[in-house]
């Protein structure tokens, strides 16, 4: 027989390495978190007014565990970041800095409490912010800055406080790949003036759908608040001077996290450190697996990165060790071979219509559609680091199960393509 690494490639008519796995599914409710939810809807505990139940169980739970005076449950995690935004007391035209590369959560809502966001430039090689690029969008109009902990990898966050810090900024994390990441000794969610989750059937922790947003700051808590909720909850929650005699009412929305998510949320928060210690085990067997196979580099570790959330193992492509062989054709073999491997799909948020196209502003609702906010527009290449982290990053789902087996043939396969790469540039030059 020949060496396993020799034989056909299955993407030019040879024997796949190995069998796909599913992608990995969120993780099934329990008997326990059953029989919960079942009591919960016989007592017809379907909403709450107040601040009760399960969902002040969740907020108190999820407070403790990163550290927050100040929980609050919302619907999705777009909802926690639009609290968020309107929590810190932005206004109209004030300058936010967001990372151009993250998923469209983090920086569409700013456009909802008519704030700008203004795009930076991100590491090209975990895609996170780079603090270095922050310094020459700074305008008079900036008041903060929202950074992403992207697939659970943390923010260069000791960079990012200073410079914070330093030109008076508030902080917001979006912390929504990255439960119970840690960084420089602090869970990620603390650094910030407000810090949101997402709660999302894929993420970490879930309540199928959902989000909780965390701050120590009482007035950014009864802002946010007061956004979301109103009547009982927000009478209990706003008592400063300021805000509590518009409390009944609210500012408008009702942004309430359903009783039930909450308890699902609850028990899959209480499944976090299994769920990490697994999902850590996997993430480093990949590590040693991947590493020495040429053209792929495992994910940078910074000191920082005390313990990552393990939402997705992301190595970089080194074409340039492989003859130039194309990522896109590179990934395509692995796929034949068996290996759940893929690129980052999404595009950088600079590319999209909303930061390319003008005339977005003039068909939006908001009150001030039509007036020249300063709302910016960008051109593909303004950010090479965010262009480069998408040509070279690279993606292999982490499990929440045990996967020693297949990992070990994923590197078997990843080794086979890589070993016949000049086979495949043959084939791509065709
Ligand atoms: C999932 C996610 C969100 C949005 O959360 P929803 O609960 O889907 O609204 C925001 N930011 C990031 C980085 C995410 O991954």
């Known amino acids: 027989m020949p060496p396993p690494h020799t034989t056909t490639l299955a993407l030019l008519g040879g024997e796949p390495t190995t069998s796909r796995l599913p992608d990995p599914q969120p993780r099934p409710p329990t008997e326990e978190d059953l029989a919960l939810v079942t009591a919960m809807l016989r007592r017809g505990e379907g909403a709450y007014v107040g601040d009760e139940g399960q969902v002040r169980e969740l907020e108190s739970e999820f407070g403790q565990l990163v550290g927050a005076r100040h929980a609050l449950a919302v619907n999705s995690g777009t909802s926690a970041l639009y609290s968020a935004f309107f929590g810190i007391g932005l206004e109209p035209g004030d300058e936010v800095l967001a990372p151009t590369y993250t998923f469209l959560a983090t920086v569409m809502p700013l456009f909802a409490v008519n704030a700008v966001p203004v795009l930076a ?13 922050l310094e020459r969008h700074l305008t008079p ?13 943390p923010a260069d966050m000791p960079a990012l406080t200073a410079f914070a810090r330093r030109h008076q900024l508030a902080l917001v994390e979006d912390c929504s790949q990255a439960h119970g990441a840690i960084c420089a000794g602090k869970h990620v969610g ?5 810090a949101a989750f997402s709660l999302q059937a894929k993420k970490t922790v879930s309540a199928g759908t959902g989000g909780i947003l965390l701050t120590n700051d009482q007035r950014v808590y009864e802002r946010a608040v007061m956004l979301g909720h109103f009547l009982d909850r927000a009478e209990q929650a706003v008592t400063s001077d300021e805000y ?14 359903h009783p039930v998510g909450a308890a699902l949320a609850r028990g899959s928060l209480r499944a976090l450190p299994e769920t990490l210690r697994i999902r850590k085990a996997n993430y480093d067997l990949l590590d040693q697996l991947l590493t020495g196979i040429p053209g792929l580099c495992p994910p940078v570790r910074e000191p920082y990165m005390d313990e990552l959330g393990y939402y997705s193992y992301q190595p970089l492509y080194v074409p340039e060790e492989l003859g130039g062989l ?23 948020l600079h590319c999209t219509p909303v930061f390319t196209d003008p005339s977005w502003h003039s068909r939006t609702f908001t009150p001030h559609a039509g007036t020249d906010r300063g709302y910016r527009h960008y051109r593909t290449e303004q950010f090479p680091g965010s262009l480069r982290y998408l040509e070279r990053a690279l993606r292999l789902p982490v499990y929440s199960t045990d996967i020693r087996d297949h990992a070990e043939r994923w590197a078997q396969a990843l ?11 043959a084939y791509e030059s065709r």
Request: aromatic residues 6%.
């Open 121 to 133: 430039d991100v590491d090209e090689r975990t895609g996170n912010l780079d603090p270095a690029d």
């Open 141 to 153: 109009r900036t008041r903060a800055i929202v950074v992403t902990h992207l697939n659970g990898v």
């Open 190 to 194: 603390s650094f910030g003036d407000a």
């Open 244 to 257: 509590a005699r518009f409390a009944s009412t609210g500012f408008g929305h009702n942004l309430r996290m």
């Open 326 to 348: 194309s990522a896109e054709l590179f990934v395509r073999a692995a796929v034949a071979e068996g290996v759940p491997l893929s690129k980052p799909r999404s595009a950088p």
């Open 415 to 425: 080794a086979k393509v890589a070993t016949q790469a000049h086979v495949l540039r």
